[in-house]
């Protein structure tokens, strides 16, 4: 089994700050990308930040400037950190990684539960 785990999710006042995390854990051999996504009610799931085994980051337009990604591979944790939140940041966050279980099995991607994000005008 492997889960994603998200921790870090709450109510914050717009112009705050909040700091997600995400540990993977069980049968995993090795862990890629991984990545935050976020969905609102009523929108496509977006990608917020994806960061490489390597540290190569990748982020979405809306969140580039305020979102840094950061991960630590020894813990298989990836975080979030979010600044100067917007009401239009409110959505479930979602961890993702891509993960083998396996020494020679492919890779395939996992998904957390969500955490909620809400961001107060």
């Known amino acids: 089994q492997v889960q994603l785990v998200e921790s870090g999710g709450g109510l914050v006042q717009a112009g705050g700050s909040l700091r997600l995390s995400c540990a993977a854990s069980g049968r995993i051999f090795s862990v890629n990308v991984m990545g935050w996504y976020r969905q609102a009610p009523g929108k496509q799931r977006e990608l917020v930040a994806s960061?490489?085994?390597?540290?190569?980051?990748n982020y979405g337009d809306s969140v580039k400037g305020r979102f840094t990604i950061s991960r630590d591979n020894a813990k298989n944790t990836v975080y979030l950190q979010m600044k100067s939140l917007k009401p239009e940041d409110t959505a479930v966050y979602y961890c993702?990684?891509?993960?083998?279980?396996?020494?020679?099995?492919?890779?395939?991607?996992?998904w957390g539960q969500g955490t909620q994000v809400t961001v107060s005008s």
């Open positions: 993702n990684g891509v993960v083998s279980r396996d020494y020679g099995s492919g890779y395939a991607a996992y």
């Open positions: 960061i490489t085994v390597g540290g190569r980051t």
